[in-house]
Nanobody
Framework: QVQLVESGGGLVQAGGSLRLSCSAS????????MGWFRQAPGKEREFVGA????????NYADSVKGRFSISRDNAKNTVYLQMNSLKPEDTAVYYC?????????????????WGRGTQVTVSS
């Protein structure tokens, strides 16, 4: 079992930055692809980005490409989502998820473990 806990969310003005963290317990994350997803009110959960279990590739949704980046620190069992140039449409609850032995293009159903999310609100 892997327990994931997101942190770092909050309220930020448009154009600002936030860094989300996803900390794991129960098992090392080194063998897991890690994905970030988000869900805005009234909308379905959508893919934001992911990093492969080997940490050699990343994949991002077009809506965040060039603004968001994912990194991981296996020694700290933590994955990060750096969000720059935030826009009001980035407002959502952000979730991290883990998919064992997967690359950065894993399908949603391949993610075995999910955190409970952290709220990001971007004001205009």
């Amino acid at each position: 079992q892997v327990q994931l806990v997101e942190s770092g969310g909050g309220l930020v003005q448009a154009g600002g930055s936030l860094r989300l963290s996803c900390s794991a317990s129960g098992r090392t994350l080194s063998s897991y692809a890690m994905g970030w997803f988000r869900q805005a009110p009234g909308k379905e959960r959508e893919f934001v980005g992911a990093i492969s279990w080997k940490s050699d590739t990343t994949n991002y949704a077009d809506s965040v490409k060039g603004r968001f980046s994912i990194s991981r620190d296996n020694a700290k069992n933590t994955v990060y989502l750096q969000m720059n140039s935030l826009k009001p449409e980035d407002t959502a609850v952000y979730y991290c998820a883990a998919a064992r032995w997967e690359d950065a293009w894993a399908a949603v159903y391949e993610y075995d473990y999910w955190g409970r999310g952290t709220q990001v609100t971007v004001s205009s």
